[in-house]
C-alpha cells in the first residue's frame, strides 16, 4: 500500500474506506477513481483534488473537505450532510440529486456544474457562488443570494422559498416556474432571467425589481392581459 500511493497520486484505483484511510496522511490527489458507494464520511479529505472520480452514492457525511477540488466528477446521489466544504472549488461536476443538508459551503465554488435535485437546505453558504450551473428543482429554502451576480444559472423549478435576491443581478438565469414564497427580489435586476411559468401569486415579489418590457408582458399575459 506505500509503495502504490508513494507519489501521493493515485489513479483509477477503487477506493475502499479503508485505503482512504491509509491515504489520509495528507492531501492527496485522485485522478480516475472508482468510488462508488464508498463510505468516506467523518474522514479527513481537507485540500484533496479528485479528477474525472466517480463517487455515485458516495458517502462523505460529516467529512472534512475543505479547501477541496473537484474536476470533472460524477456523484448522482452522493452524501454530504453536514459536510465541511468550506472554499472547495467543484468544475464542470455533476452532482444531481447529492445531499448538502447542513454542510459548510462558506466560499465554495460551482461553475459549469449539475446540481439537478441537489439539497442545499439548512446549509451554511455565506459567499456561496454559483456560475454556468443547473440548479433545477434543487432545494435552497432561505440561501442569500444578496447583490451577488448570477450568470448562467437555472433555478427552473427549484425550491427558492425565503431566498433573499436583493440587488442580486442576473445574466441569461432561469427563474421558470420556482417555488418564490416569501423570496425577496427589492434592487434586483431580472432583465436577463426568464419568468416563464411564475404563478401568478408569486409576480408580487418582483416589487421593487427591474425588469423589462417584454417581461411585464409576459406576467400581464399569464393574468389575460394583452400588451399593445
Known sequence: MDDLFADKAVREQSLSREAAIALSNGPRTLVDCDLEEADLSRLDLSGWTFE???LRRAD???ARLGGTVWQSCRGAFANFLGS???DAAFTASDFNNASLKRATLEGARFVR???TGADLSEARALDLHFEETLLIGARLVGRSFRKTALARVDFS???LRKCDFRMASFEDCSLRE???D???FEGADLRGADLGGVRLSDASRFRGATI???QAAQLLGELGLMVR
Open 52 to 54: 474525472r472520480c466517480n
Open 60 to 62: 462523505l457525511a460529516g
Open 113 to 115: 456544474c449539475k446540481l
Open 157 to 159: 423549478q427549484a425550491d
Open 212 to 214: 423589462s418590457r417584454e
Open 178 to 180: 420556482a417555488l418564490l
Open 84 to 86: 465541511d466544504l468550506t
Open 182 to 184: 416569501a423570496a425577496h
